[in-house]
């Protein structure tokens, strides 16, 4: 009998003890989330612990990640034409047929015209520009010495020549910089054959079964995440594609438009200069600063006229594409801060190198969205962002809200 009332109060306690740690660990979602934090945690350190472990799948996700992102993006560059070709009535394999003759057809056309000049003014570039820039430093050094100049110096009170001896300095260290990294690049030729000789495969299934990868991704995960979860995967797509396109587009437009403006005013190695742009304007802000450069030194050698019309053919050039090519084109489909996309940018580019730089912006924009929709579970679950209780101190549209 005794036995029984003892074991009956240790069942009390102990269930009292369980109803506190409910009440306090688990109904307490802050807590909860405190340690849902702290088991991921232990799980990322657990993982660096046997990182050897995931070195295979590392080498694997290297070897394939180059030609599934020239396959990504020039699927969401063609899917719209081959989309609008099966409404017509068109079957989508022989859409896709027809496209790849279009694309073989254009790459003949470059390879037979655009590609020989192009090459003839990047050997004639690379072979001129030790030249150009050791004329341009001695500009910068007879200009340092003029009377102009120490006017100037003597209103900024500084040792100007020092400076000018530091920029040079530092200038002469990112070209030989930059010169030397030429090997690095050539040792990647190998690895970009092989993206370019299987991305035109992985292209031709994404185009006849890519409509088909959301749902298998679905039937993997648990029915009642899938609504939400299909959600996420089409604003994802909505910004990725509208990058994509969008950036392709205006940095063709730009590099036309530059083309035509350094041919009007005489700009030795127009074609190089407006492709170099071109390809540069892919990285929103940096980009066009590093496009203008080398089209700066050219001109500062040549004439001051020519560096003068060079400006103006520039902020034309910019004036139109951020005016109107754009904000046509690009919309405002991505909502992000100027500012941000900068920083993001930086960040990525010191973390990830040319790849990131590249990457940044479309990778931000999906980041963007998977951080919005699990604050919105995060708010649904929590209960911490339920109506604001009523205070004197709260401004007018809150209380205006509130009423």
């Known amino acids: 009998m005794d036995c029984c009332i003892l074991l009956k109060k240790v069942g009390e306690k102990v269930k009292k003890t369980l109803s506190k740690f409910k009440q306090y660990f688990i109904e307490n979602k802050f807590v909860l989330g405190l340690l849902i934090l702290l088991l991921v945690a232990l799980n990322i350190f657990m993982l660096t612990k046997i990182s050897f472990v995931f070195y295979p799948l590392g080498v694997i996700i290297e070897t394939v990640a180059a030609p599934i992102i020239l396959a990504g993006i020039s699927y969401y560059l063609f899917n719209p034409m081959i989309d609008f070709l099966e409404r017509k009535g068109w079957r989508r394999g022989l859409a896709i ?4 003759l279009i694309i073989v057809g254009a790459l003949v056309v470059l390879f037979s015209f655009i590609v020989p000049a192009v090459r003839d003014q990047l050997m004639s570039l690379f072979k001129n520009f030790p030249k150009y820039w050791d004329q341009m430093t001695q500009r910068l050094t007879e200009f340092s010495q003029s009377p102009l100049f120490d006017q100037i110096k003597d209103k900024l009170n500084h040792n100007m020549n020092d400076i000018m001896k530091t920029i040079s300095q530092k200038s002469s260290s990112v070209v030989t910089s930059a010169i030397n990294s ?5 040792g990647t030729v190998t690895e970009v054959v092989l993206a370019i000789v299987t991305t035109p495969l992985i292209l031709f299934y994404l185009l006849k079964d890519g409509k088909k990868l959301p749902d298998f991704i679905l039937k993997l995960l648990p029915v009642n995440s899938r609504a939400h979860t299909r959600q996420v995967l089409i604003e994802s797509n909505h910004q990725i594609s509208s990058y ?3 950036q392709i587009i205006v940095s063709f437009c730009i590099g036309i438009l530059l083309f035509i403006g350094y041919l009007i005013i005489g700009l030795p190695y127009a074609l190089t200069l407006a492709i170099i742009a071109a390809c540069t304007s892919i990285v929103p802000y940096l980009g066009p600063a590093i496009a203008i450069t ?3 030194i050219i001109s500062v050698v040549t004439s001051p006229w020519l560096l003068l019309k060079l400006i103006i053919v520039w902020i034309v050039v910019q004036l139109l594409e951020g005016k109107f090519i754009s904000p046509q084109v690009m919309g405002k489909s991505l909502k ?4 941000t996309i900068l920083f993001v940018i930086l960040v990525s580019g010191k973390l990830f190198g040319v790849v990131g730089v590249i990457f940044a912006v479309p ?6 969205v998977l951080v919005t929709h699990v604050f919105i579970w995060f708010k649904r679950v929590s209960g911490l962002y339920g109506a604001q209780p009523k205070s004197k101190y709260m401004t007018r549209p809150e209380r205006d809200q509130e009423e």
């Open 97 to 100: 047929g027809l496209l790849y």
């Open 182 to 186: 030429i090997g690095n690049i050539v």
């Open 244 to 246: 994509i396109r969008g």
């Open 294 to 296: 080398p089209a700066l």
């Open 336 to 339: 992000v801060h100027p500012i």
């Open 363 to 368: 990778g931000y924009a999906v980041l963007k």
